[in-house]
């Protein structure tokens, strides 16, 4: 059963920091990409970045350039995203899904996962 599950959100104030995980079980993430993706309150689910492990390239939505960076630990199945000078607009639940290839539109991911809340304080 392919499951995965992103972990690592919290509170924290305007310009802290928290990194987010996303644990893959039942998949290779040598076969799919990871996308990360938020849903702020009242606003549609927007995609944030997305690795992929077969040739270790990385993508990065506009409001994550510059602060975000997205890694994996393949032997540990997870990967990670690390936010840095989070802002209150980044409040949001965010998910990870696995996809076909970083340029696939968020309907071609499955697997969502219950998704990790980060809250950002002014």
């Known amino acids: 059963e392919v499951q995965l599950q992103a972990s690592g959100g919290g509170f924290v104030q305007a310009g802290g920091s928290l990194r987010l995980s996303c644990a893959a079980s039942?998949?290779?993430?040598?076969?799919?990409?990871i996308g990360w993706f938020r849903r702020a309150p009242g606003k549609e689910r927007e995609g944030v970045s997305c690795?992929?492990?077969?040739?270790?390239?990385?993508a990065y939505a506009d409001l994550a350039k510059g602060r975000f960076t997205v890694s994996s630990d393949n032997a540990k199945y997870t990967v990670y995203l690390q936010m840095n000078n989070l802002e209150p607009e980044d409040t949001a639940v965010y998910y990870c899904?696995?996809?076909?290839?970083?340029?696939?539109?968020?309907?071609?991911?499955?697997?969502w996962g219950r998704g990790t809340l980060v809250t950002v304080s002014s």
């Open positions: 899904a696995a996809g076909p290839t970083c340029n696939s539109p968020a309907t071609f991911y499955s697997n």
């Open positions: 039942g998949l290779s993430l040598d076969s799919y990409v």
């Open positions: 690795f992929s492990s077969t040739d270790d390239t990385t």
